[in-house]
């Protein structure tokens, strides 16, 4: 079963326009992590923002902020002001604990995100 | 904090063929992760270590595929019998407990598989 969507396979934004791109999420634990990655073209994987499920405040950093509704079990991103530095795909993710007691992070599709000028 | 790094960064080789990457995570890690991405898609969990031990392994992952972190530093993937489904970037990543982060993931730039 899938446990990360992200229904938007693709996104375009205007440059300096704010954009959201659609993560939800499914697990049964109490005590799980929400990530969002960025990955441009040449590679390699950013991380981006954190939200904890016992945070009570979305998180926000920089020009990223997480829209985190936890009885919708979604989680958001939101860029303000993009960039053309922006375009980029980006990946939610969830981290959950697994029966061994480590941690297993699992990622969703992916949106690709194209900022135009 | 020199990164997460892997080699080779290329790796072509003929189907049968057996394979071995390298990943040397940050130093103060002692969690190591290996995923698997294809072009287009998001990165598939592989397996999982926390120091020297495996704590969790894809069940995707074939017998073909073994990994090891041995002292608990640098960690090896092995493809065995290697087929074309192999082709793939392999990312390596590492993390260390930080509650005010949420402990993200670093990830190095991968090892590009191809096999032909």
């Known amino acids: 079963a899938q446990k990360i969507t992200q229904t938007q396979p693709g996104m375009f934004v205007q440059e300096k326009e704010a954009v959201t791109l659609d993560c939800t999420y499914d697990?049964?634990?109490?005590?799980?992590?929400l990530f969002w990655y960025k990955q441009p073209s040449s590679g390699e994987m950013i991380f981006l923002i954190y939200?904890?499920?016992?945070?009570?405040q979305n998180a926000t950093e920089g020009r990223y902020s997480l829209n985190f509704q936890k009885a919708r079990k979604s989680a958001n991103l939101v860029i303000s002001a993009s960039q053309l530095g922006d375009s980029a795909m980006y990946f939610c993710a969830m981290r959950e604990v697994v029966h061994t007691g480590g941690f297993k992070t699992i990622f969703g599709a992916g949106t690709r995100l194209f900022v135009k000028a | 904090d020199t990164g997460v790094s892997q080699n080779p960064r290329h790796k072509i080789t003929k189907r049968g063929q057996n394979v071995t990457f390298r990943c040397d995570p940050i130093?103060?890690?002692?969690?190591l992760y290996w995923y698997r991405q294809t072009l287009g898609q998001g990165p598939e969990f592989l397996t999982y270590f926390q120091n020297e031990a495996q704590l969790e392994k894809s069940r995707l992952l074939s017998d073909r595929f073994s990994a090891e972190r041995p002292k608990g530093s640098f960690s090896t993937l092995e493809i065995q019998r290697t087929e074309q489904g192999d082709s793939a970037m392999y990312l390596c990543?590492?993390?260390?407990?930080?509650?005010?982060?949420?402990?993200?993931?670093?990830f190095g730039n991968g090892t590009r598989l191809t096999v032909t």
């Open positions: 130093s103060e890690h002692n969690r």
């Open positions: 990543a590492s993390s260390h407990m930080d509650r005010g982060t949420g402990s993200p993931l670093h």
């Open positions: 697990t049964s634990d109490q005590s799980y992590g």
């Open positions: 939200q904890g499920s016992y945070d009570e």
